[in-house]
């Protein structure tokens, strides 16, 4: 499957597995990932995943790498929690502003399963003592998105993702 100029957002709560997936889909699709993960770290000493700022400032640098990606007509696989509607209004106005389509994965599974997998990564900027539901907002009704859950083994959905990717109606 190649899927060029695509704009595919992975969002969901810490620990569920968007870098996972994010990471898989390299393996099927010709795709640049950009992780806001990876941005905290790079633009921060001390990335605080719970910092108002830091959070503006890594999402701001993410859809700026994005669209180079887009412009290039590449397909950017951005991996953030996206908690905020406005984020997620944010990279629905870069895909039609660059006529680019989109497609956003929300992934959910339960607390013990996200604060087990957190506490598996050395390096996850979340502590599983700190990890709270950082979605305060319902999702949008007016946004399409596939809302996955990724309780099983990644192996287990990620046909069903392709598929919704490789779906023939462009957002």
Partial sequence: ??????????????????????????QFLSCIVISRDDIFRRLFENPNP????????????CLRQCKNILVKNETAVLDM???RN????????????LHKPWRFVYLKCTDEVANQ????????????????????????????????????????????VLNYIDSSTLL
Wanted: hydrophobic content about 35%; proline content about 7%.
């Fill in 1 to 26: 499957m190649k899927k060029e100029g695509y704009f595919i957002i992975i969002g969901g709560h810490p620990g569920v597995g968007k870098t996972t997936l994010a990471r898989s889909l390299k």
């Fill in 50 to 61: 719970h910092s108002t700022e830091h959070k503006q400032k890594a999402f701001k640098e």
């Fill in 81 to 83: 929690p996206f908690s």
């Fill in 86 to 97: 406005m984020e997620i209004e944010a990279a629905r106005r870069l895909s039609k502003l």
């Fill in 117 to 160: 997998r957190i506490r598996k990564q050395k390096l996850h900027l979340v502590k599983p003592e700190l990890r709270i539901n950082t979605r305060t907002e319902p999702l949008p009704e007016d946004v399409e998105l596939m809302v996955v859950d990724s309780t099983p083994p990644l192996k287990q959905y990620i046909n069903q």
